[in-house]
């Protein structure tokens, strides 16, 4: 069942999903045991029933698309990021949840860059969405997104998703990887940097930072049969649920740890009763933490000529793009050239990575500005400008923009990225 998803935004809500499905499709066991515990891989979302269908309202709040963080990662930041990617399909079936009902399109995934994890939108649908087929391509486009400095590392990843892709083998393979690591840090071809202090973080206003949750990259505790293994000749159709065994065909069976709080009719005294759909229902959306001071190790990396300019004074000849007002040290202008459907990723020179991630990257001295700051998008209506959930924020026209929610630009939209000077003007030429 293929569905029809709709990005929608405001300044009050910020960017949502909305995705509708007949009532008599809806998977009401998925749906109540989600109510009751939302798992953190999925955007929280709410509902409501009207005329025959099913609403849902998929809450994107501080996750950014996955595909504006595409280019090289540390090695830790990679192996994490494969491992919040795979371990929800797998361990899915703790909530009731069928893997074949997420979304995997790599256009709706989703990053969050505090906690370093994957989140999917998924759509609690007895026919469901997705099948091996899917689920391999969209292993196959991440690995195209996303690169590491650790070549050994790459090509194991590449090899894995190539031949014979199996998620349990494959974050088996990322554990050897990182306890080889840990045991022989030579072997590595590059070394795994650890963050330290950013020099920015004393002169710059900064948030909270978040806890962090670690990850693990093994699969379940050996001995426990519950995942079905992988094979690549496996169809889409073979997917769907088996009703009389209660399991699932391909990503996973259900877990036995939460099994016992929802097969039984008669909970026995002392359970959490079962949880009965209403009509309307809200799952409680609870975001995650703002983003925290980034961390890096200066090295040194060559600055654009410094060029004393005015308000005035004309720059962008080129084409679209954005002209510094003011006098400071910063780039006088950031040239946009791309094409419809395109991105231009604009952020902070990343240190302990030590090459370009974003299309433009101010230096590493840079206050207020995140290494991944912004994104500018261009379609047939023009460019828009996204906030990645900056540490100190977006600001057009002295507004500062809900993160993740898409304003568009006109020439004259005066465009802050954070608080501390690095002020531009859109212009079109």
């Known amino acids: 069942m293929k569905y029809d998803i709709q990005s929608k935004s405001d300044f009050i809500t910020g960017s949502y999903l909305v995705t509708r499905i007949p009532e008599n499709e809806l998977d009401k066991r998925a749906l109540q045991t989600i109510q009751a515990d939302c798992p953190d891989f999925i955007l929280p979302f709410h509902y409501k029933s009207t005329n025959g269908q099913i609403e849902f309202v998929h809450k994107i709040g501080a996750h950014s698309k996955l595909q504006y963080f595409s280019g090289e990662l540390a090695p830790r930041e990679y192996v994490k990021m494969w491992q919040s990617l795979f371990k929800p399909l797998l361990e899915c079936a703790d909530w009731f949840m069928d893997p074949c009902s997420f979304v995997l399109c790599t256009e709706y995934l989703y990053y969050d860059k505090n906690k370093k994890s994957v989140s999917y939108v998924y759509i609690p649908s007895i026919s469901g969405c997705s099948g091996y087929e899917a689920f391999h391509e969209m292993a196959v486009e991440v690995s195209k997104m996303m690169t590491v400095s650790d070549s050994a590392l790459e090509n194991k990843v590449l090899r894995s998703i190539i031949k014979n892709f199996n998620p349990i083998e494959f974050l088996e393979m990322l554990k050897e990887h990182v306890s080889e690591y840990a045991e022989h840090p030579d072997s590595v071809s590059e070394c795994m940097p650890q963050p330290v202090p950013d020099i920015n973080a004393e002169s710059v206003e900064r948030r909270p930072d978040p806890e962090e949750n670690g990850s693990s990259a093994s699969a379940q505790d050996a001995g426990e049969d519950i995942f079905i293994e992988f094979k690549s000749d496996i169809k889409p159709e073979h997917c769907k649920k088996e009703r009389d065994s209660g399991g699932y065909k391909v990503f996973s069976g259900k877990s036995k740890r939460k099994r016992v709080q929802h097969r039984s009719a008669t909970e026995p005294e002392g359970k959490k009763p079962r949880v009965e759909l209403a009509p309307e229902k809200i799952i409680p959306i609870i975001m995650p933490e703002p983003e925290a001071a980034h961390q ?29 007002i003011g006098r400071a040290h910063l780039p006088p202008s950031i040239q946009i050239m791309i094409a419809e459907g395109e991105i231009f990723t604009i952020g902070r020179f990343d240190s302990t990575i030590g090459k370009q ?5 101010f230096d590493k001295k840079t206050k207020a500005v995140s290494r991944r700051h912004a994104v500018i998008e261009r379609d047939v209506e023009g460019y828009r400008i996204v906030d990645l959930s900056s540490s100190a924020g977006t600001f057009v026209n002295d507004r500062k923009l809900p993160p993740n929610t898409p304003h568009e630009l006109e020439t004259g939209y005066r465009v802050s990225f954070g608080n501390s000077g690095a002020d531009y003007v859109w212009e079109v030429s």
Do not use: C
Request: aromatic share 6%; net charge neutral.
């Open 296 to 324: 890096a190790v200066p090295i040194v990396k060559k600055q654009a000529e410094i060029i004393d300019i005015t308000q005035s004074t004309s720059i962008i000849t080129g084409g679209p793009g954005l002209r510094y």
């Open 357 to 361: 991630q974003s299309s433009f990257e």
